[in-house]
T-cell receptor
Framework: EPEVTQTPSHQVTQMGQEVILRCVPISNHLYFYWYRQILGQKVEFLVSFYNNEISEKSEIFDDQFSVERPDGSNFTLKIRSTKLEDSAMYFC??????????FGSGTRLTVV | DAKTTQPTSMDCAEGRAANLPCNHSTISGNEYVYWYRQIHSQGPQYIIHGLKNNETNEMASLIITEDRKSSTLILPHATLRDTAVYYCIVRVAWGNQGGKLIFGQGTELSVKP
């Protein structure tokens, strides 16, 4: 069964550093998403991406965040200057024709 | 966005059917009901979705009331591996596809031996 692949599985970074989280969505999917989940809290929507541009973003997705699909297969989330409160699980997802989202297994980001 | 209401937690005996209820009284006519589950901080896993008819797949059945204001997810023979948080989500319609998912707190299902 096709999977959404995320790397790395765990990233530790110092406050103020830039991080790039990587995702490889399912190849024939067209819509891509990033969600995050702070420990013990709900899964929160960050951003959706379609046709090489952001289609919707949440209040969380401020100027410190950016997304891109640099090569037609990878889908990345960049946090320019990480804060302690950015520590969370970050999930990439894509959606196919059957309207069912497929989520990756996540990247655990720890900001110290 | 339509909101959903689910019990915070439920227990189920292994091998028995798990029936997880969800209320979505403000659902719009073109919004689907989706069910996902999350096993211990893994990525949410799609289970099933429906618009107004009952649906069944290899994982579960979805029963939607005629007025569409509530639904029930049925795991016919729960196993210990079904222990997870189950989310009932009404998908925000957005064009022909897409649309973010808005997760609530979900129902924490514990399947016990």
């Amino acid at each position: 069964e096709p999977e959404v692949t995320q790397t790395p599985s765990h990233q530790v970074t110092q406050m103020g550093q830039e991080v790039i989280l990587r995702c490889v969505p399912i190849s024939n999917h067209l819509y891509f998403y990033w969600y995050r989940q702070i420990l013990g809290q709900k899964v929160e929507f960050l951003v959706s991406f379609y046709n090489n541009e952001i289609s919707e973003k949440s209040e969380i997705f401020d100027d410190q965040f950016s997304v891109e699909r640099p090569d037609g297969s990878n889908f990345t989330l960049k946090i320019r200057s990480t804060k302690l409160e950015d520590s969370a699980m970050y999930f990439c997802a894509s959606i196919g024709q059957n309207y069912g989202y497929t989520f990756g297994s996540g990247t655990r980001l720890t900001v110290v | 966005d339509a909101k959903t209401t689910q019990p915070t937690s439920m227990d189920c005996a292994e091998g028995r059917a798990a029936n997880l209820p969800c209320n979505h009284s403000t659902i719009s006519g073109n919004e689907y009901v989706y069910w996902y589950r999350q096993i211990h901080s893994q990525g949410p896993q799609y289970i099933i979705h429906g618009l107004k008819n009952n649906e069944t797949n290899e994982m579960a059945s979805l029963i939607i009331t005629e007025d569409r204001k509530s639904s029930t997810l049925i795991l016919p023979h729960a196993t210990l591996r079904d222990t997870a948080v189950y989310y009932c989500i009404v998908r925000v319609a957005w064009g022909n596809q897409g649309g973010k998912l808005i997760f609530g707190q979900g129902t924490e299902l514990s399947v016990k031996p």
